[in-house]
């Protein structure tokens, strides 16, 4: 068996969710589904358990390959050893689409059941896009929260999905989200580091049992939308060294410590190994205060999903004024 064993957290839906995961948004260009598929069996060999995808990513029959092929040989025993987590892209998020959408994704990870299965985003699309990642702001529609939410329900109750969440939720969604909802969201997945660190967010949710999931834990280093502002801050440089860790292990680190789990996404097989080796270390809390003082800012404003349209026009709509 490859790697350590990864930390796992309860969800309020009864399942366990690794604290690290692989994060699998992809630039263009994309690597094949086989070179794909390579990598993600070198994450499971090195201890990653989680892999975090979307149908717009692209990434979930790859996933489905790796599995596979780790099950072949005999790096894990079966399916079940793996978390899998995908989530409709918009132009599926609607109360008629959800389920054939989870159909089709788990067709291409070639698996009977997600292990989360998530709302990407808090908007809608046109479901009938050429190409579903280039759109206008007349394309954008309003979003219907009950019904979306009734379908990812149906999910559940399906057994297609083992959990169920959202991504990109504030408190005034998730408030609203809890009214309405039989089965409330295990996980909200956000952009999270200690950059922007989601104070009042994360204290929403853990009063509410919804476990805080982070994206982007790295601050989307050399992504053309994140920054340095994680990876080239003085403060986490310094206890990075006085640990002799990394900042990258330092920054996930830190997220751990906050009780959420992080998507860490590199395709090297060594930086791999080091985003799990966080572990034997701690943050002191005179370590977690310094870290309070990273100035603070969102780096994905998501302006292309405000439309007239649409359920947001302003930015302050789209994140429920915490901006």
């Not at 790295?218 to 801050?233: P, R």
Request: aromatic share 8%; hydrophobic share 40%; proline share 4%.
């Amino acid at each position: 068996m490859g790697g350590k064993k990864i930390p796992e957290v309860l969800l309020n839906s009864g399942e366990k969710i690794p604290v690290i995961g692989m994060g699998t948004s992809i630039d263009p260009p994309r690597p094949s589904n086989a070179d794909l598929a390579s990598i993600f069996v070198d994450a499971i060999e090195v201890g990653y358990r989680h892999f975090d995808s979307a149908s717009v990513y692209g990434t979930e029959e790859a996933i489905g390959l790796a599995v596979a092929k780790a099950v072949e040989l005999g790096l894990i025993k079966s399916r079940d050893e793996v978390f899998i987590t995908s989530k409709p892209w918009n132009t599926d998020a609607h109360h008629d689409l959800i389920v054939p959408a989870l159909k089709t994704t788990l067709k291409k990870l070639g698996v009977e059941y997600v292990d989360l299965y998530l709302i990407h985003w808090p908007v809608r699309l046109r479901h009938d896009l050429e190409n579903p990642t280039i759109f206008s702001k007349e394309d954008l529609l309003p979003f219907d929260v009950e019904g979306t939410w009734k379908a990812m329900e149906e999910c559940y109750k399906l057994g297609l999905a083992k959990s169920i969440g959202v991504c990109n939720y504030g408190i005034k969604k998730l408030t609203k989200l809890l009214e309405i909802a039989t089965i409330p969201p295990a996980v909200n997945q956000v952009e999270m580091n200690s950059s922007w660190q989601q104070g009042k967010l994360r204290e929403f949710c853990k009063q509410n049992g919804i476990h805080v999931s982070a994206w982007s834990a790295l601050g989307a280093y050399k992504i053309f939308w994140g920054s340095g502002a994680v990876m080239e801050n003085p403060i986490l440089q310094d206890i990075a060294t006085a640990k002799g860790k990394t900042i990258a292990q330092v920054a996930l680190r830190w997220v751990y410590q906050q009780g959420s789990s992080a998507m860490a996404k590199s395709f090297n097989k060594e930086r791999m190994k080091q985003n799990l080796d966080i572990f034997d270390f701690e943050l002191s809390e005179e370590e977690l205060e310094k870290i309070k003082h990273v100035p603070q800012r969102r780096q994905y404003k998501g302006e292309m999903w405000l439309s007239e349209n649409g359920s947001c026009k302003t930015l302050e709509e789209l994140w429920d004024g915490d901006i």
